[in-house]
């Protein structure tokens, strides 16, 4: 079993800024990544990246958040710049260990004036 602790959410002003981490307990040799998910939809991809750094963003978040994540540390990031209102969404840490994927508790995100 891998636990994964998430952490970063708030509330913040369209155009702000925010940045999510996630703590895996055991060294992931998997694809790490972010999902998201609102009230009556599907958790949807935002982010994932590979162990050797391959990295796939859902289109409505490119070219504004930045997933990373450090190896050595078994922890992922999501730097998340100019939100918009229709980011707002729990936000779930996804961690894939040896032969099935795990989830974070989640994190709420807010934008909003």
């Known amino acids: 079993q891998v636990q994964l602790v998430e952490s970063g959410g708030g509330l913040v002003q369209p155009g702000g800024s925010l940045r999510l981490s996630c703590v895996a307990s055991?060294?992931?040799?998997?694809?790490m990544g972010w999902y998201r998910q609102t009230p009556g939809k599907q958790r949807e991809l935002v982010a994932t990246i590979t162990t050797d750094g391959t990295i796939n963003y859902a289109d409505s978040v490119k070219g504004r958040f930045t997933i990373s994540r450090d190896n050595a540390k078994n922890s992922v990031f999501l730097q998340m710049n100019s939100l918009k209102p229709e980011d707002t969404a729990v936000y779930y840490c996804y961690a894939w260990w040896i032969v099935r994927g795990f989830w974070g508790q989640g994190t709420q995100v807010t934008v909003s004036s």
């Open positions: 055991k060294s992931i040799f998997g694809t």
